[in-house]
């Protein structure tokens, strides 16, 4: 199985993993790491080695950060460059990681990745989207 480590600004990661309890329960081989106000790079990129170490038996690892560019993807993008079977997924939502953390077992890091990027963009709608979809796949009936 895959292991993920969730990270973000401020709360993100421990308020997602919050979330995904809720509705999943208690999930192995992951790991939420917070990056506060008052933290640094040094430290978030030490809280972030610790957790892949504790995952070190994971057949791959998966880093999902909150921001293209920021802080947390920038050192997981460094650590995950490290070392062969680890991904980085950016712009992450609660969909994406509820998605993922249930179909990451069997899966590539790779597979992964591919299949992330797809739920992503899947899960990124609106309403009036939804309903048009609705309409359109509503069948038509016949009258007088």
């Known amino acids: 199985m895959l292991g ?3 990270t973000g600004h401020g709360g993100f990661a421990s308020g997602m993993e919050k979330a995904m309890k809720q509705i999943l329960g208690e999930q192995s081989q992951f790991a939420a790491i917070d990056f506060p106000e008052t933290s ?3 430290r ?3 809280q972030l080695e610790e957790a892949v170490a504790q995952l070190d038996g994971a057949e791959g690892i998966i880093f999902l950060t909150d921001l293209l ?3 947390p993807f920038r050192v997981s993008s460094t650590l995950a460059m490290q070392q062969p079977g680890r991904e980085v997924i950016t ?3 609660l969909q994406l990681l509820l998605e993922m953390v249930m179909e990451r077992d069997g899966l590539s890091s790779e597979a992964f990745r591919l299949q992330a990027l797809e739920c992503g963009h899947r ?3 609106s ?3 939804e309903l048009g979809r ?3 796949e509503a069948p038509v009936e016949e009258g007088i």
């Open 40 to 42: 640094s790079t040094a």
């Open 127 to 129: 309403l009036v989207d």
């Open 44 to 46: 978030l990129t030490a």
């Open 91 to 93: 712009g992450t939502n």
């Open 4 to 6: 993920i480590i969730l």
């Open 134 to 136: 609705c309409r359109d």
């Open 69 to 71: 560019g920021g802080t």
């Open 123 to 125: 899960g990124l709608t």
